[in-house]
């Protein structure tokens, strides 16, 4: 997969009983694997909402293959898989770093609002930053 | 949405900086709704663990219809909609008790595995729990 | 203790891979525990905060006894332990119900501030809530 | 303070309505200083589990000076404040990295526990760690 890479060590609190990462945690590793991608193409999500864009999420998914534990270094793929004026989508690979396994794909949803709450159309909203993610998904697809 | 109800009170920690409750929660909610409908149909699922069957998940899934907010009440609805000798699946529904509101909507999948993380047959490993869950499908769909 | 008493299930979101709820949960109990403990006196936490008056923590203890486990039902038995113009403290015992283990102790400080996050004399800003924790403070010690 | 430092990106799961980080989540960043501090001194907690010594939480406490909000850098420094035979002291500074603002301090205390959860004492258990750990309380104070 392309788009971006960033890794992350599994603490203790992430756990849970079964000996491994508790599974709705993965949810907040899709969180950091799109703001690390979007600051890394030069635009962080603290940003986008300094700009009065937010990203509530409107759908998440996941798919868990193998379980990912304590200690374990993992690194979270990112991409841009779709884009429409009036929401995004991002992929996300969860992959072990020390032996290249795959501990889990997903997928999130998000429209794009105002600091109302309200639906905008990115594109008419902040052209600059509709260019800069327009850019970004030619170029990981 | 046929199956259990289970109602909790959103709390402070849940919430995040956007004044809703983080996306990343919704799947701890299923979690409690789950277990609350194993147990009110007789059989909580640490039993389940005591027996030596473990449910990990393998795929979650979330829709985000309405944020729920601090302090809110809200309802989880819990069915079974899928078993198979190997697998269960289970349905969400997060409404806002105060209005009926319908907060979010989800699923998951569980493989059945045994104490040592090998799929197990329900069905050959525990025939009660296996009809007992079998009825439980019948009755709510 | 006197105070309130408030019962939650223990989750295995909330469990760590040593089989026990791991230690940074027990904040979110106390959370819980001064939240219904102010519900049941009368003034809910939401209510103080609609009215302009928040309650970030200032310190936070606590003395872990014995482990708290998956599916236990806990107690939080919470009061009010001092008293000030411009702060408060609550004091937390964590139950386990069906045997009445002691789990932990903690307690919490919380200075009186407004909507700006600026110091307030409770005393002054709201005499009728002020007057309603004068007297729980009163009756639970 | 001595001791080793390591930072972290404040994640938007981490902040509360209040436009904060919840304040259960410092005992989180605590865990986190306590890891990587082992870690750099040759001796990762998991190395610790892996050789039968456990170190359960028996006490924490907390000082939130002045909040961490979202996208701040923070640095955890950690350094070992006590030593016995049974058990073990950490102390922690949270601070802003940007502009070096002090953030939070707090301590956490330990028992030395064997797989079984019984006392033990490190001295007569393990020497080669024992030794290790006392060379950096040396080092450190």
Redesign the interface.
Known sequence: MKGSSYEI?V???E??????V????Y??WF??GR?EYLREKGM???EFEDRGI?L?????????HS?AR??DLVTIKTKISKLKRTKIEFDYEIIRSEDGELIAIGS?VHPFVGSDFKPISLKKKDKEIWNLIEQELVKSN
Chains 1, 2, 3, 4 share one sequence.
Not at 15 to 20: A, K, L, P, Q, S
Not at 22 to 25: D, I, K, L, S, V
Not at 56 to 64: A, F
């Open positions: 060590r603490t203790y609190q756990t849970d009983m079964m000996g491994v508790y599974y709705g945690n949810l907040r969180e950091i703001t962080s999500y603290k937010l509530p999420v409107l759908e998440s998914h996941c798919n868990y379980p304590y200690d999130t």
